[in-house]
């Protein structure tokens, strides 16, 4: 078996998403480090040429095939090579940073998935233990992440900010194919398009780490009627502290705070300007002490989070109300928007007046009745909970009420997601992820037993309309109506299920939103998550 090799980044990737690509070539070496792979195999054998054969016909005997036809029955033995390949060519299990087992690829009967397939040596953590560890390794500067969930970062969150160019961010294809190609450990891995990458019949190049689900085998399907899922959903689950997903500031790293010094707050000062009757200027605990603090429950989902992944969280969030700073600042009447600046510069979004203008819209100071963690930007954030998190703006210094240029795009209204390059729609609205296994999960002793898989749906400023889920590769769906759905709420789901027998199941989920214009909004692709059964 070939055993997963990982590649040290320093200089293989600029960005975030640069080391998603990369993959392992073949590797001789098997998972237990003894190099007798090839002593297993079949028997081997070349002529005069150097081509090689197999002690069957013309390579070994000489003759034709057809002349050797009666050595076929002795020297042929489909199920001994079949059993033998499928135990040459079992998947390699791995234990992630929340301690658990997963086997990113399924076993099958015939060892198709490794040998023909070579799927243990593609799509992006075939090489990097993480895409975490890819980013903070990286040569240049790039932004720090981690999920709050055992859920893995995926090729699809770097799409996230690097499509289009967004926000000034270069464009994954002007970057990957160079640096990968181009790089010594790549090469001495013989990567090719096919570490990253699987060709359809139409001649497509199609992301691996997309279209893996639906080409490996030994996968077992269970039709909806007889998969009997039992789903239940609430707006109101609450995410742990530990569980808050975390973007790093853009300053530098011996910049970050680290812990929640009270003198800070005491010492930090925000200023409220522009146009506006009042300007202020207070420390963090003066505009505690002048108006005093509010509590919501709301959901913070980032811009970037794509299909499958878990950069969202609830929680309880405290803090002074913007509409109690406007109701005492007064704005003009012709304000559209608020300039707000971090410490660390960052002012890219500017948040509508009309987003901000609710008593939930908070100057956060405490998340889950503890002080705002150093990670989430303490000593003050802004929350917009009709929003995205690109609105969560850590460690404000400064808001200042704007009147911007009036729009005449056709662009549409509410909070606007990266496209699908695939599919040209935005990804991650309306979106769905399980929330406590990681994809490929190892569940031991679980067969014929219940068990539950937690996620979420969410769309940002839309409701969720319904959730669908599918347990033969999408052929029939159970599905679950979520009426009266409060958007500023994820919907925090739970499915118990019995699987029959061991195996390798593939959990499919679709997520349907509701627009302004009361149409469906369906999510651009569906969520996969394969759990092997023990």
Same mark, same amino acid.
């Given at each position: 078996?070939?055993?997963?090799?990982?590649?040290?980044?320093?200089?293989?990737?600029?960005?975030?998403?640069?080391?998603?690509?990369?993959?392992?070539?073949?590797?001789?070496?098997?998972?237990?480090?003894?190099?007798?792979?090839?002593?297993?195999?079949?028997?081997?054998?070349?002529?005069?040429?150097?081509?090689?054969?197999?002690?069957?016909?013309?390579?070994?005997?000489?003759?034709?095939?057809?002349?050797?036809?009666?050595?076929?029955?002795?020297?042929?033995?489909?199920?001994?090579?079949?059993?033998?390949?499928?135990?040459?060519?079992?998947?390699?299990?791995?234990?992630?940073?929340?301690?658990?087992?997963?086997?990113?690829?399924?076993?099958?009967?015939?060892?198709?998935?490794?040998?023909?397939?070579?799927? &243990? &040596?593609?799509?992006?953590?075939?090489?990097?233990?993480?895409?975490?560890?890819?980013?903070?390794?990286?040569?240049?500067?790039?932004?720090?992440?981690?999920?709050?969930?055992?859920?893995?970062?995926?090729?699809?969150?770097?799409?996230?900010?690097?499509?289009?160019?967004?926000?000034?961010?270069?464009?994954?294809?002007?970057?990957?194919?160079?640096?990968?190609?181009?790089?010594?450990?790549?090469?001495?891995?013989?990567?090719?398009?096919?570490?990253?990458?699987?060709?359809?019949?139409?001649?497509?190049?199609?992301?691996?780490?997309?279209?893996?689900?639906?080409?490996?085998?030994?996968?077992?399907?269970?039709?909806?009627?007889?998969?009997?899922?039992?789903?239940?959903?609430?707006?109101?689950?609450?995410?742990?502290?530990?569980?808050?997903?975390?973007?790093?500031?853009?300053?530098?790293?011996?910049?970050?705070?680290?812990?929640?010094?009270?003198?800070?707050?005491?010492?930090?000062?925000?200023?409220?300007?522009?146009?506006?009757?009042?300007?202020?200027?207070?420390?963090?605990?003066?505009?505690?002490?002048?108006?005093?603090?509010?509590?919501?429950?709301?959901?913070?989902?980032?811009?970037?989070?794509?299909?499958?992944?878990?950069?969202?969280?609830?929680?309880?969030?405290?803090?002074?109300?913007?509409?109690?700073?406007?109701?005492?600042?007064?704005?003009?009447?012709?304000?559209?928007?608020?300039?707000?600046?971090?410490?660390?510069?960052?002012?890219?979004?500017?948040?509508?007046?009309?987003?901000?203008?609710?008593?939930?819209?908070?100057?956060?100071?405490?998340?889950?009745?503890?002080?705002?963690?150093?990670?989430?930007?303490?000593?003050?954030?802004?929350?917009?909970?009709?929003?995205?998190?690109?609105?969560?703006?850590?460690?404000?210094?400064?808001?200042?009420?704007?009147?911007?240029?009036?729009?005449?795009?056709?662009?549409?209204?509410?909070?606007?997601?990266?496209?699908?390059?695939?599919?040209?729609?935005?990804?991650?609205?309306?979106?769905?992820?399980?929330?406590?296994?990681?994809?490929?999960?190892?569940?031991?002793?679980?067969?014929?037993?219940?068990?539950?898989?937690?996620?979420?749906?969410?769309?940002? &400023?839309?409701?969720?309309?319904?959730?669908?889920?599918?347990?033969?590769?999408?052929?029939?769906?159970?599905?679950?109506?979520?009426? &009266?759905?409060?958007?500023?709420?994820?919907?925090?789901?739970?499915?118990?299920?019995?699987?029959?027998?061991?195996?390798?199941?593939?959990?499919?989920?679709?997520?349907?939103?509701?627009?302004?214009?009361?149409?469906?909004?369906?999510?651009?692709?569906?969520?996969?998550?394969?759990?092997?059964?023990?």
């Amino acid at each position: 078996m070939k055993a997963k090799q990982r590649l040290t980044v320093l200089s293989v990737c600029l960005v975030l998403a640069l080391g998603l690509l990369a993959a392992c070539a073949p590797s001789e070496t098997k998972a237990d480090g003894n190099d007798d792979a090839a002593e297993s195999s079949s028997p081997i054998n070349y002529d005069s040429f150097g081509r090689i054969g197999n002690n069957i016909g013309y390579a070994e005997d000489g003759g034709t095939y057809l002349e050797n036809y009666a050595e076929y029955a002795e020297k042929l033995k489909y199920a001994d090579k079949v059993a033998a390949n499928a135990e040459r060519n079992t998947p390699e299990t791995y234990t992630d940073q929340f301690g658990f087992t997963y086997q990113p690829v399924p076993s099958d009967p015939k060892g198709w998935n490794i040998s023909y397939l070579d799927a &243990d &040596d593609r799509g992006c953590l075939a090489c990097h233990e993480s895409i975490e560890d890819v980013v903070m390794s990286l040569d240049t500067k790039h932004n720090v992440y981690a999920m709050g969930y055992p859920t893995q970062v995926t090729i699809a969150n770097c799409l996230g900010c690097h499509r289009n160019a967004g926000f000034g961010n270069i464009q994954l294809v002007e970057t990957l194919h160079g640096i990968h190609n181009s790089n010594p450990q790549f090469t001495a891995m013989d990567g090719s398009c096919d570490s990253c990458h699987y060709i359809d019949s139409d001649g497509k190049f199609n992301l691996w780490d997309y279209a893996k689900y639906d080409l490996y085998k030994g996968i077992t399907d269970v039709k909806a009627e007889e998969a009997n899922l039992d789903v239940t959903y609430d707006q109101d689950t609450i995410s742990e502290n530990s569980q808050l997903f975390f973007e790093s500031l853009n300053n530098e790293p011996s910049e970050w705070r680290t812990d929640t010094d009270p003198a800070v707050a005491d010492a930090w000062t925000l200023v409220i300007d522009g146009e506006v009757e009042n300007p202020i200027e207070m420390t963090v605990t003066e505009l505690i002490e002048k108006f005093g603090t509010k509590s919501s429950v709301q959901k913070q989902g980032c811009i970037e989070n794509a299909t499958g992944n878990a950069w969202i969280y609830q929680a309880e969030l405290t803090g002074v109300s913007m509409k109690d700073i406007i109701d005492y600042v007064k704005p003009a009447s012709t304000v559209t928007n608020i300039k707000c600046t971090s410490e660390d510069g960052y002012n890219m979004v500017s948040p509508g007046f009309k987003e901000i203008n609710y008593e939930d819209c908070l100057l956060v100071t405490e998340i889950n009745g503890e002080p705002l963690p150093a990670h989430q930007g303490y000593p003050v954030t802004l929350a917009v909970p009709r929003n995205s998190a690109a609105s969560y703006i850590k460690a404000i210094q400064s808001i200042s009420f704007v009147t911007a240029e009036a729009d005449d795009s056709d662009e549409e209204e509410g909070v606007g997601t990266p496209l699908d390059p695939d599919t040209g729609k935005m990804q991650g609205k309306p979106n769905s992820a399980i929330l406590n296994y990681p994809d490929g999960v190892v569940l031991d002793g679980q067969a014929g037993k219940e068990i539950t898989l937690e996620g979420y749906a969410d769309a940002y &400023d839309e409701p969720i309309s319904k959730i669908e889920y599918s347990l033969d590769h999408g052929k029939t769906w159970t599905t679950v109506e979520t009426p &009266d759905n409060d958007p500023t709420r994820w919907t925090y789901w739970r499915l118990k299920y019995t699987p029959q027998e061991a195996g390798s199941y593939l959990l499919k989920v679709r997520t349907t939103s509701t627009q302004p214009n009361g149409e469906d909004r369906v999510c651009s692709r569906d969520t996969n998550f394969i759990f092997h059964v023990k």
